[in-house]
């Protein structure tokens, strides 16, 4: 009978260990793909929401949509200086209208 409860304890605490590993795993990719609207968010959200933007570039992101208007595509994202294609392409699924 203590064999069993030895057996059942562990079986219970490998469990314990996938579920929380499952948890955290879902925490992280829902963190990564929150999604930014580049019409109106601040340089700050800009920033930490998209990968390869830093402050300086986000600047440049908000300055682009004061003097042209607000985007009408993301592809709109290449004419400021300094986003790529790969920059573009990695943070596309984050990016709102």
Not at 40 to 46: I, K, Q, R, V, Y
Not at 78 to 95: F, M, Q, S, W, Y
Request: glycine share 6%; proline share 1%.
């Amino acid at each position: 009978m203590k064999e069993v409860q030895k057996w059942l304890s562990a079986v219970f605490a490998a469990l314990f260990l996938v579920c929380a590993s499952v948890s955290t795993i879902a925490e992280e990719a829902d963190a990564e793909l929150i999604a930014v609207n580049i019409n109106t968010a601040s340089a700050e959200e800009l920033a930490s929401a998209l990968d390869g933007v830093g402050e300086a570039r986000a600047e440049l992101i908000i300055k682009f949509r004061e003097e042209q208007g607000p985007f009408t595509s993301v592809e709109q994202l290449l004419e400021i200086k300094g986003v790529g294609a790969a920059t573009l392409e990695k943070n596309r699924d984050k990016i709102q209208l």
